[in-house]
C-alpha cells in the first residue's frame, strides 16, 4: 500500500515568494496532521483535519501559513510570503478513527518537504 | 495536561550491546504510548505502540517496549543493536484527544 505521499521533497525559494506544500494522505484515513521539525523547536504540530475540515489550527505560527483539505486524497499547505525563519522540514502524517475515537490508532508520516528560505 | 519525557538526548552504544531508550509520561489514566524511529532524511516510522493488555510489546526491527504505570514509563529496548539502528527515537502519547503529544526525540549513535 502506498503511504503518505509529499512534494516536493525540496523546495528552496527566496524570501517573499509563495511555497505550497503538498500531500496525499493514506487512503481511507480520515485525520490529516502537518508538522513542521526544526532542530531548535523540535516537531510541532501546525495543524489536523478529521473528515477534510480543520479542527485545530492552533500551531499555526501566523496568518501567513494557511492549510486546506479540498477533499480526503489532498491537502495543501501554503506560505505566503515566506520568511527565513520557516526554514524547515515540514510532515504530514495521516491515520484513521479508532475504534475507540481519539487517538488509538497511529500516524503514518511521509517523508517530509524540507523547505530552504534565502 | 499529557506530557512526555524523554530525558536522554544522545545515546551511544557499541554495535551488539543492548539498548534501553527511556520514555516517561504524564497523564491520569492509562495513555495510548507509541515510540517512532526516525532516519536522516526520512519521515518517522512506527516501530511499537501499546494501547492496553500485555504490558510488553514488540515492534518491528527486534524492539520491545514495557508498560510501566507505576512508574509512568515506556522505556524502548533492544537485545542487540546493529549500526543500522543509528537513528532518533521518538516516543509519543496520546489520550482523550486526537493529538499524539512528542517528546524531544533521543539520538542514537552506534560505534563499531
Known amino acids: 500500500d502506498a503511504g503518505v505521499i509529499q512534494s516536493p521533497r525540496h523546495e528552496v525559494t527566496e524570501m517573499g515568494q509563495e511555497v505550497t506544500l503538498r500531500c496525499k494522505p493514506i487512503?481511507?484515513?480520515?485525520?490529516l496532521f502537518w508538522y513542521r521539525q526544526t532542530m531548535m523547536r523540535g516537531l510541532e504540530l501546525l495543524i489536523y483535519?478529521?473528515?477534510?475540515?480543520?479542527?485545530?489550527d492552533s500551531g499555526m505560527p501566523e496568518d501567513r501559513f494557511s492549510a486546506k483539505m479540498p477533499n480526503a486524497s489532498f491537502s495543501t499547505l501554503k506560505i505566503q510570503p515566506s520568511e527565513p525563519r520557516d526554514s524547515a522540514v515540514y510532515f504530514c502524517?495521516?491515520?484513521?478513527?479508532?475504534?475507540?475515537?481519539?487517538?488509538?490508532?497511529?500516524?503514518?508520516f511521509g517523508d517530509g518537504t524540507r523547505l530552504s528560505i534565502l | 495536561a499529557q506530557s512526555v519525557t524523554q530525558p536522554d538526548i544522545h545515546i551511544t552504544v557499541s554495535e551488539g550491546a543492548s539498548l534501553e531508550l527511556r520514555c516517561n509520561y504524564s497523564?491520569?489514566?492509562?495513555?495510548?504510548l507509541f515510540w517512532y524511529v526516525q532516519s536522516p532524511g526520512q519521515g518517522l516510522q512506527l516501530l511499537l505502540k501499546?494501547?492496553?493488555?500485555?504490558?510488553l510489546v514488540q515492534g518491528i526491527k527486534g524492539f520491545e517496549a514495557e508498560f510501566k504505570r507505576s512508574q509512568s514509563s515506556f522505556n524502548l529496548r533492544k537485545p542487540s543493536v546493529h549500526w543500522s539502528d543509528a537513528a532518533e527515537y521518538f516516543c509519543?502519547?496520546?489520550?482523550?484527544?486526537?493529538?499524539?503529544?512528542f517528546g524531544t526525540g533521543t539520538r542514537l549513535q552506534v560505534f563499531p
Open positions: 501499546y494501547f492496553s493488555g500485555d504490558t
Open positions: 483535519f478529521n473528515n477534510n475540515v480543520p479542527i485545530d
Open positions: 487512503s481511507g484515513h480520515d485525520y
Open positions: 502524517a495521516s491515520r484513521r478513527t479508532g475504534g475507540t475515537g481519539f487517538s488509538n490508532q497511529p500516524q503514518h
Open positions: 497523564y491520569g489514566a492509562t495513555p495510548y
Open positions: 509519543a502519547v496520546g489520550a482523550n484527544t486526537d493529538k499524539l503529544i
